[in-house]
C-alpha cells in the first residue's frame, strides 16, 4: 500500500497544474479604398510593465517571391523593436498568410503553445496591424494568468482593426 501511494504522489507532482485555453476573434475591417491591402498583424504578450513576454502569431505576405514580404514586417513598429527584428521568418507554429477583411480566430491551448510556463500575474494581450498604402493600428488588452475562471475582455480598433476580442477558459 506505501507503494502505490508513493507512486501516486510522484505522478501528482509531475502533473501540470493547469491546462487553459486562450482564444482571440479579431474583426478585420472592410475598408473602402481605392487601393486594397491586406494588413500584416502580429499578435503577442506583454507583462504588465510592457515588456515583451512570447509571440502568438503574425499574419504576413507569405506568396511574394525571394521572401520580400518580410521586408514590411518592420512596419509593425512595436513588434519589430520588441521581437520581430531577431526572428528569421517564416517561424514555424507562429507566422502565416494575411487574412481577408472578416472576423478571424485563433486558439491556444496553454500547454501545446508553452502558455502554461507564464507566471501568474497581469499581462495584455497586444495586436498591432500595418497596411500597405493604409495606416498602423495598436490595440492591448488586459488579462490575468491563470485563468481561475472564464474570462472575456475586449477592445476596439478605429482605423486598421475592429474589435478583438480575448476568451480565456481555464
Request: glycine share 8%; hydrophobic share 40%; aromatic share 10%.
Amino acid at each position: 500500500m506505501q507503494i502505490r501511494y508513493s507512486f501516486m504522489l510522484g505522478a501528482a507532482l509531475t502533473a501540470p497544474s493547469f491546462a487553459a485555453d486562450m482564444n482571440v476573434k479579431v474583426e478585420i475591417p472592410r475598408l473602402t479604398v481605392a487601393e486594397y491591402h491586406k494588413p500584416y498583424v502580429a499578435f503577442w504578450i506583454e507583462g504588465a510593465d510592457q515588456t515583451f513576454v512570447r509571440n502568438l502569431a503574425v499574419w504576413y505576405d507569405l506568396k511574394m517571391k525571394n521572401n520580400e514580404g518580410t521586408k514590411w514586417l518592420k512596419d509593425m513598429r512595436q513588434w519589430w523593436r520588441k521581437s520581430g527584428r531577431d526572428l528569421q521568418m517564416p517561424v514555424d507554429g507562429l507566422s502565416g498568410a494575411t487574412r481577408a477583411p472578416g472576423e478571424q480566430q485563433l486558439n491556444f491551448n496553454a500547454a501545446k503553445s508553452g502558455l502554461d510556463k507564464l507566471p501568474a500575474g497581469e499581462y495584455a494581450l497586444v495586436v498591432e496591424a500595418a497596411r500597405e498604402v493604409g495606416g498602423r493600428e495598436l490595440i492591448r488588452v488586459p488579462f490575468q494568468w491563470p485563468p481561475k475562471s472564464a474570462q472575456t475582455a475586449q477592445a476596439k480598433g478605429e482605423h486598421e482593426l475592429g474589435a478583438v476580442t480575448l476568451t480565456l477558459k481555464p
